[in-house]
T-cell receptor
Framework: QKEVEQNSGPLSVPEGAIASLNCTYS??????FFWYRQYSGKSPELIMS????GDKEDGRFTAQLNKASQYVSLLIRDSQPSDSATYLC???????????FGQGTRLTINP | GAGVSQSPSNKVTEKGKDVELRCDPI?????LYWYRQSLGQGLEFLIY????????KSGLPSDRFSAERTGGSVSTLTIQRTQQEDSAVYLC??????????????FGPGTRLTVT
């Protein structure tokens, strides 16, 4: 079983709609969770971090964490074509200073 | 402020040659990481450095790979006797350091290595 799992997609969403990206993880002791955006040919860019259960909002982005279900998600409201990218979920390893990354979900926003 | 910088941005080398990749972290960041990303694949952890502690080398794929960090700042990843399967983008990231979890990691632009 992979430590961090994401649906590889591609996920296609119409412009202006809400894009929902999901991630599950296996390490129940994980305390830190991150979402990165990676445009084709570029390096990952941190867009959200979340450490506590519940929702965290930053502009059009909302991260949701449920530690009991070992589930973290990213919602993108009012999706724009510029949001088209691969989104990587990363989970902190308990007791260490490392992240485990999922394989990424490719998101396409259709004008 | 300045982000993580990496050099060279592209490197083409012949099979069997040694290569050195450089990373300059964000000023003040005590932790430095190396990852590898093959075409269409996720990020593969290679090694990380935290301050003066011994590095975590658990992700290095073979003894042809090594890394050092001088003066707690700049790091060099060395690949000896390169093989075609070493072709990938090598990414460096830095963070503020350990606090019981994992601080946000910020990535450099990467070095694209092609072994012919």
């Amino acid at each position: 079983q992979k430590e961090v799992e994401q649906n590889s997609g591609p996920l296609s969403v119409p412009e202006g709609a809400i894009a929902s990206l999901n991630c599950t993880y296996s390490d129940r002791g994980s305390q830190s969770f991150f979402w990165y955006r990676q445009y084709s040919g570029k390096s990952p860019e941190l867009i959200m971090s979340i450490y506590s259960n519940g929702d965290k909002e930053d502009g059009r982005f909302t991260a949701q964490l449920n530690k009991a279900s070992q589930y973290v998600s990213l919602l993108i409201r009012d999706s724009q074509p510029s949001d088209s990218a691969t989104y990587l979920c990363a989970v902190g390893v308990q007791g260490a200073q490392k992240l485990v990354f999922g394989q990424g979900t490719r998101l396409t926003i259709n004008p | 402020g300045a982000g993580v910088s990496q050099s060279p941005s592209n490197k083409v080398t012949e099979k069997g040659k040694d290569v050195e990749l450089r990373c300059d972290p964000i000023s003040g960041h005590t932790a430095l990481y190396w990852y590898r990303q093959s075409l269409g694949q996720g990020l593969e952890f290679l090694i990380y450095f935290q301050g003066n502690s011994a590095p975590d080398k658990s992700g290095l794929p073979s003894d042809r790979f090594s890394a050092e960090r001088t003066g707690g700042s700049v790091s060099t990843l060395t690949i000896q006797r390169t093989q075609q399967e070493d072709s990938a983008v090598y990414l460096c990231a830095s963070s503020l350091g350990f606090r019981g979890g994992a601080y946000e990691q910020y990535f450099g632009p990467g070095t694209r290595l092609t072994v012919t």
